[in-house]
């Protein structure tokens, strides 16, 4: 596995969670890297990814509730989410983007419950 997702937990709806996606430095320097969410019986969909450049793009789902922001010291990816709601509950995956169009390089993802 060349990704690492941390960060997922038991959160109440309206509470903020931050995932954490670690990466080798060569995967990292040279990769976009996002998130991807999967709830029990949908597909995977993206959420968020971030360009080696730092530009972002948000899914229409998450828009205004996340923020993706990449630390280049750490070679780690993080995803600040706000005012979960019970439909973000899911298992979270990050990946690189090229790794995800080509459904390669899944790790076992980080659960996300929203539940009070």
């Known amino acids: 596995v060349q990704l690492q997702a941390s960060g997922g937990g038991l959160v109440q709806p309206g509470g903020s969670l931050r995932l954490s996606c670690a990466a080798s430095?060569?995967?990292?320097?040279?990769?976009?890297v996002g998130w991807w969410r999967q709830a029990p019986g949908n597909q995977r969909a993206l959420v968020a990814f971030?360009?080696?450049?730092?530009?972002?793009v948000i899914a229409d789902s998450m828009k205004g509730r996340a923020t993706i922001s990449r630390d280049n010291a750490k070679n780690t990816v993080y995803l600040q989410m706000n005012s979960l709601k019970v439909d973000d509950m899911a298992v979270y995956y990050c990946?690189?983007?090229?790794?995800?169009?080509?459904?390669?390089?899944w790790g076992q993802g980080t659960q996300v419950t929203v539940s009070s």
């Open positions: 971030i360009t080696t450049r730092g530009n972002t």
């Open positions: 990946n690189t983007y090229i790794g995800a169009r080509n459904d390669i390089g």
């Open positions: 430095r060569r995967i990292f320097s040279s990769n976009s």
